[in-house]
């Protein structure tokens, strides 16, 4: 029996290298890589032989007689993804992977009297963690790990949404390399305001910024700064405890919310808003969003889109997720022609196809929500003003179909994000990222960037694995070729330098306190784990000498 590729797919292609019949596409050497909204196993060439699964971060490849009634349908999305064409054939050496892959990665023979490099990297999330690793497997390097937070994690621990709990599981991948004895961790280490990055660099042969996106994109609209109107990424922060977020900051007070924009966060957010709270109590959310969540007002969501069914920017997977939460209900409010026409036209493989069976009806923005749990996707619909005094109470939005006014007491703005400026590295102010060639920083040699603060915000977790191997290749054509700057001082000086600066910073020690304590208070509760939400309660966990059960 063949296998399929499921929801929690995260693209970073463990599962292609262990294949033994090449039947797992797109590869990363293949021009479609990185564009797919998830890898497919063809059913045909498999030989149910199983490797993939066992080597999946995320576990999301099942022998499709066992596939859970929500994941059945990935059997026949895994099929039609081969029945369209594609069979691995388009592997070429212009593929923009094909020199950021297994060989030639990385520079085939690294000179055997070239000494281990000493190289810094900022940002402990997938970005950071695929260079670490490549630098750990591939090199003799002594990596010092740096995080601004007092834990480690990233995306992984503060931006997959808590009842994608396979998902998380990528992270036990990462933390094999926290305790690594050529690893120096400093958590809760702050570049640009505890230490410089000239200092860094003072340090270090190279250093490599992970740090992500870390800004949201703004709407630009009269309205937005209404008390009520709040970013996306400020409530996947809530609900996932991160300590720069207070447990106050969202009010589930009203009966209407309106998300702007349809991408996959905005789906998240959609989601954990209705999810029945008994479900969640049994993933790591927040103590504090659990608690909110079970006296929640909330029971509509809609969904503002600025373009059509077929161009929407959730991926299938995320939207049949969608369609599978019990007791919630989806609705396509059709008021515009053009919305039917997208779905009943689109093919199997196309975007829209994934509404078909769902509701379409008219949606009376006038009349309060029905009983029970609902979304609405509202397509060809955008927000021209958030309305209210001081509190939000409305959004009017505009399309072909004429102007509209949405009740609503909460507006979520789930547009993108963008990166912020890095004290000391140059940055480009209409893409939100560092300018770089390679992901060496324009202009300053032995500087190094990967993930978001590289692309943009793109990709999951698994798009960071190629663009890692890229800059890391990178660093070390650079090593080699001696273009690497000397620095004047060692590790062990910056590691002094770091605790002068400030004396909460935690090594690998402390995060494996950390991590026994939010498990033990898991245990009690009988959740994977029970997140500790403040720097105050982080730091104090690690320094205790034993956890208390």
């Not at 309060?368 to 958030?386: D, N």
């Not at 960071?464 to 290749?473: G, K, Q, S």
């Not at 002068?500 to 009690?524: F, H, T, W, Y």
């Amino acid at each position: 029996m063949t296998y399929a590729i499921t929801q929690t797919c995260c693209s970073d292609a463990t599962c292609v290298a262990v294949c033994p019949v090449n039947c797992i596409h797109p590869t990363p050497e293949e021009r479609a890589f990185g564009s797919t909204e998830m890898l497919h196993i063809d059913p045909v060439s498999c030989i149910d032989c199983g490797a993939c699964a066992d080597a999946c971060p995320v576990d999301a490849i099942f022998p499709v007689d066992r596939l859970a009634p929500e994941h059945k349908e990935y059997a026949a999305i895994n099929a039609a993804y081969f029945e369209g064409g594609h069979t691995g054939t388009d592997a070429v050496e212009d593929s923009p992977n094909f020199h950021t892959w297994g060989s030639p990665s990385f520079p085939p023979v690294l000179p055997s009297d070239l000494a281990p490099l000493r190289i810094a990297v900022v940002g402990t999330g997938p970005a950071g963690m695929y260079a670490v690793q490549d630098l750990l497997l591939h090199t003799n390097a002594e990596v010092t790990l740096i995080d601004r937070l007092p834990v480690a994690g990233g995306l992984v621990r503060y931006g997959v949404a808590p009842d994608h709990q396979a998902t998380k599981k990528v992270g036990e991948t990462f933390a094999r390399f926290h305790t690594h004895h050529r690893v120096r961790m400093h958590l809760g280490l702050e570049v640009g305001d505890d230490v410089t990055a000239q200092e860094l660099a003072e340090h270090h042969d190279a250093v490599i910024y992970a740090v992500g996106a870390a800004a949201d994109r703004r709407l630009s609209v009269p309205g937005e700064d209404l008390t009520g109107s709040i970013s996306a990424r400020t409530f996947v922060a809530w609900y996932n405890a991160h300590p720069d977020v207070a447990h106050e900051a969202i009010d589930l007070s009203a009966e209407r919310v309106v998300v702007v924009g349809n991408g996959n966060v905005a789906l998240d957010v959609a989601r954990i808003l209705l999810a029945d709270p008994d479900t969640l109590a049994r993933t790591d959310i927040a103590d504090h969003a659990l608690k909110a969540l079970r006296a929640s007002s909330v029971r509509e969501v809609v969904l503002l889109g600025r373009r059509g069914p077929e161009d929407a920017a959730y991926t299938t997977p995320e939207l049949l997720a969608l369609k599978h939460v019990p007791g919630l209900r989806l609705l396509v409010d059709d008021h515009d022609p053009r919305i039917a026409a997208a779905i009943d036209e689109a093919g199997p493989s196309d975007r829209a196809a994934v509404l078909k069976g769902v509701p379409r009806g008219g949606f009376d923005p006038d009349v309060a929500p029905p009983p029970g749990r609902r979304v609405v996707l509202r397509f060809h619909s955008s927000p021209a003003e958030l309305l209210g005094s001081e509190q939000v109470d409305a959004v009017r939005t505009e399309g072909a179909s004429g102007e509209r006014v949405i009740a609503a007491g909460m507006v979520l703005r789930a547009i993108g994000y963008r990166g912020d400026p890095l004290s000391g590295l140059p940055f480009d102010e209409a893409t939100g990222t560092v300018p770089h060639e390679g992901g060496r920083v324009t202009g300053m040699p032995g500087t190094y960037v990967v993930g978001w603060i590289k692309r943009g915000p793109s990709g999951g977790i698994g798009a960071n694995r190629t663009c890692a191997a890229e800059t890391v290749a990178t660093l070390l054509a650079d090593a080699v070729s001696g273009a690497l700057p000397t620095p004047p001082h060692g590790p062990k000086a910056f590691h002094r330098l770091a605790r002068r600066s400030n004396r909460r910073v935690l090594d690998a020690k402390g995060l494996a306190a950390i991590e026994r304590a939010e498990a033990a208070r898991g245990r009690e509760a009988g959740r994977p784990r029970v997140k500790l939400a403040t720097v105050d309660e982080l730091v104090a966990s690690a320094r205790r000498r034993r956890v208390l059960r």
